[in-house]
């Protein structure tokens, strides 16, 4: 991750931005992360989220998929772009963002495990409306399941196998790992390009 502009800034101007083709840019605390557009892998498992998401957001809800929407913090100038969110907020179809996402999911890949696993989850459970945050790696089979409980309080479920089914409340859908990273292989390495 590189930080192309290292002042802090507001999300106005963070609005005017328009990052280089192949790279995503997000506002952390006023500042910008930016960082590459994902593998094979991370968009045909964001594509799998979105089709799922979609298939359970009820009326007045609306699912979003593959970084298109940010989720914003207006208070502390940041704006997040997950791969795929669940609101049931009224929304303006105009804007890039939305403020009350009751699910949130992130594919992580080597780059963003850090971001994903750290501070995005200290953004995205400080968000009042979110009922759970759900982390999918790109690279092995292993995903987490954040949710809130009581008092404000967060459970994480971590599921590692194929036979494993997530329960996501939220949404009222159960998500099979199996037909997740289906078709995924982990064995291949990757090759050089010349």
């Known amino acids: 991750m590189i930080d192309p502009r290292p002042l802090p800034m507001?999300?106005?101007d963070y609005d005017g931005l328009q990052p280089p083709e192949?790279?995503?840019?997000?506002?952390?605390?006023?500042y910008i992360v930016a960082f590459s557009?994902?593998?094979?892998?991370h968009a045909i498992?964001?594509?799998?989220?979105?089709?799922?998401?979609?298939s359970h957001a009820a009326p007045p809800c609306h699912a979003f998929g593959a970084s298109t929407i940010?989720?914003?913090?207006?208070?502390?100038?940041?704006?997040?772009v997950p791969d795929g969110a669940v609101t049931c907020e009224e929304l303006d179809l105009n804007e890039t963002y939305i403020v009350a996402p009751k699910l949130v999911v992130e594919v992580i890949s080597p780059e963003s495990v850090?971001?994903?696993?750290?501070a995005k989850l200290d953004i995205y459970r400080a968000i009042p409306s979110l009922h759970e945050y759900l982390m999918i790696d790109s690279r092995k089979v292993w995903a987490s399941?954040?949710?809130?409980g009581p008092a404000n309080t967060?459970?994480?479920?971590?599921?590692?196998?194929?036979?494993d089914s997530i329960d996501l409340l939220s949404i009222e859908s159960q998500l099979s790992i199996a037909h997740l990273y289906r078709g995924i292989d982990f064995a291949k390495k990757r090759k050089k390009r010349r």
């Open 22 to 30: 192949g790279q995503i840019w997000e506002l952390h605390e006023g």
């Open 70 to 80: 940010g989720v914003r913090q207006t208070d502390r100038a940041t704006n997040a």
């Open 145 to 148: 399941l954040y949710r809130r």
């Open 45 to 54: 498992l964001c594509t799998r989220i979105a089709a799922e998401l979609e």
């Open 114 to 118: 850090n971001r994903d696993r750290v």
């Open 154 to 163: 967060w459970i994480d479920m971590m599921y590692t196998s194929l036979d």
């Open 37 to 41: 557009t994902g593998t094979g892998r």
């Open 10 to 12: 507001s999300l106005d």
